[in-house]
């Protein structure tokens, strides 16, 4: 193999490196920040201002170690690139051919990063910060590091068998979705939910929060190539179509049931359309992506709408319903859409004649859910006795921005 730098290709990966971490923040932090009530806006951001700071060291020093290293065992990656001993200037065949190791690896760093930070969705406004802070490196430790070495690692037992995850549907949405779910659960709802309407303080930051997930996205997806070339082309086209027809999907499903299209809506449409395309786009076409997209958009409308409804469980900023359902929908979808055509690396689905693609997806699926749904409960069950997992009913009441952080995002000058 040809280990040649192409300076090219690491412009684009650090690029792309930048835009994955612009999800986080100011992407995620916005987008979430607004979908709370004005007490908590300052706390929500916090905690993807905080875990770009925490999960950055946690990889330097061994999550990157963990999830890529050589392989023990088809499970987990060993420590012998602890504190990047080895990991330089120079390329890693195994990953990247044609850009430094080092590069990669900070690459990998802000998939990391973002991953932990989809969760806070999930209890925001009720959650003990330095409980939140202790739960997010060990869940980063425990959760993501096992799953990403399972399904990218070299020798992990889900990459080796077939399961195909282009951008992190299955190692950041479904690992973070399902784990949210339980959080959710774990933490019961927030005081007056369901009965209170608890609407967004300010729709115009979760627009704004939206736009950059959909902007950060393309070196989230296109910059899975890990090359300037053909590929990213394709997945940056399908990550674009994907998330338009998810968001028209969304719009037209509450058209026809509200009677109106919202902005929320149409905000959650696109962010759902891109979860779904992740694991798919380096491998499918673009019509097929706007199957995707219109698949992942409906579906995650009746998780958001209907199911939490029915069963009133406060995921309160449908990380669940979105991530958990969207990342499963695009997961599955991959092994109906995959061509050859579009990635020889890849294979094909069973609408192109292989079925076994579908039965690997699945597996990936159910075996990352299980084991992500197990481990954050055991971690929550562990911080809930000895530190506690949620605030005081007061601290609630006045707010995490005040009880957590003595900050207000809003000062009324008299």
């Not at 998330?243 to 049931?257: F, K």
Request: charged residues 10%; aromatic residues 12%; contains cysteine.
């Amino acid at each position: 193999m040809n280990l040649a730098i192409q300076p090219g290709d690491v412009a684009w990966v650090l690029m792309s490196a930048a835009l994955v971490m612009s999800m986080t923040t100011p992407g995620l932090a916005f987008f979430y920040g607004g979908l709370v009530r004005r007490k908590n806006v300052l706390s929500t951001m916090m905690q993807s201002l905080f875990l770009l700071c925490l999960i950055s060291i946690q990889w330097i020093l061994f999550g990157y170690s963990l999830s890529f290293g050589p392989d023990i065992g088809h499970f987990i990656g060993g420590l012998s690139w602890f504190g990047l001993k080895g990991v330089g200037a120079d390329p890693n065949p195994d990953y990247a051919a044609t850009i430094p190791h080092s590069l990669f690896m900070a690459y990998q760093m802000m998939f990391a990063v973002i991953t932990p930070a989809l969760i806070t969705g999930a209890f925001a406004e009720r959650i003990r910060f330095s409980t939140f802070a202790v739960f997010s490196l060990l869940w980063a430790t425990l959760v993501y590091d096992p799953v990403c070495h399972w399904v990218w690692g070299t020798g992990g037992w889900l990459r080796t068998l077939g399961a195909l995850d282009f951008a992190g549907g299955t190692v950041v949405h479904v690992s973070s979705g399902i784990s949210a779910l339980v959080c959710a659960l774990m933490l019961g709802r927030r005081k007056g939910f369901p009965h209170h309407t608890i609407p967004p303080h300010n729709m115009t930051y979760t627009v704004l929060g939206a736009s950059m997930l959909w902007f950060g996205w393309f070196g989230f997806n296109a910059g899975s190539a890990l090359a300037a070339n053909g590929l990213a082309v394709s997945a940056f086209i399908a990550t674009n179509t994907s998330a338009a027809a998810a968001a028209l999907a969304w719009m037209a499903i509450e058209w026809v049931v509200v009677g109106r299209p919202t902005v929320l809506g149409a905000a959650t449409g696109a962010v759902a359309g891109l979860v779904a395309v992740t694991p798919a786009a380096g491998f499918v076409s673009p019509l097929s992506a706007i199957g995707i997209g219109v698949l992942g958009g409906a579906v995650c409308y009746v998780s958001v709408s209907v199911i939490k409804t029915k069963f009133k469980y406060d995921d309160s900023l449908d990380a669940f319903g979105v991530h958990g359902v969207g990342g499963t929908v695009g997961a599955l979808a991959t092994g109906l859409f995959a061509q050859k055509a579009v990635n020889p690396a890849g294979a094909d689905g069973l609408f192109f004649g292989n079925a076994g693609l579908l039965g690997s997806q699945a597996a990936a699926v159910g075996v990352t859910a299980v084991y992500a749904a197990a481990v954050t409960w055991i971690l929550l069950k562990i911080l809930d006795k000895f530190m506690g997992l949620r605030v005081t009913e007061e601290d609630e009441v006045i707010g995490l921005d005040d009880t957590q952080h003595r900050e207000s995002a809003y000062t009324l000058l008299d």
